[in-house]
Nanobody, 124 residues
Framework: QVQLAESGGGLVQAGDSLRLSCVPSANIFSSHTVGWFRQAPGKEREFVAV???????YYADSAKGRFAISKENRKNTVHLQMDTLKPEDTAVYYCAAGRPILSAIRNPDMYYSWGQGTQVTVSS
């Protein structure tokens, strides 16, 4: 099973930016879809963004216009650029790999490899 490792989280102020990175243990971009999810304390894990093998990407409404997901094939890395961060973006962010169909991209059960998560804290 593919292992995923996230990095780039931290403590920032509202309005700041962060770039998260996800590196899989194998080159999976040609065969897998990679998504970002987040989970705040006491809340369910929620979809943030996804990028398909074709590089088509989709975003949660809360991320549209502020976040951007991208692949850097040469470095076998998926990035999540997060701009204009808000306190409500505070959560543990996870990257995940799977083969969901378009209608199921927001369902965490459709992804079968997950990283350990990276904490993002946005202060007001």
């Amino acid at each position: 099973q593919v292992q995923l490792a996230e990095s780039g989280g931290g403590l920032v102020q509202a309005g700041d930016s962060l770039r998260l990175s996800c590196v899989p243990s194998a080159n999976i971009f040609s065969s897998h879809t990679v998504g970002w999810f987040r989970q705040a304390p006491g809340k369910e894990r929620e979809f943030v963004a996804v990028i398909f093998r074709s590089t088509h990407s989709y975003y949660a409404d809360s991320a549209k216009g502020r976040f951007a997901i991208s692949k850097e094939n040469r470095k076998n890395t998926v990035h999540l650029q997060m701009d204009t961060l808000k306190p409500e973006d505070t959560a543990v962010y996870y990257c995940a790999a799977g083969r969901p169909i378009l209608s199921a991209i927001r369902n965490p059960d459709m992804y079968y490899s997950w990283g350990q998560g990276t904490q993002v804290t946005v202060s007001s």
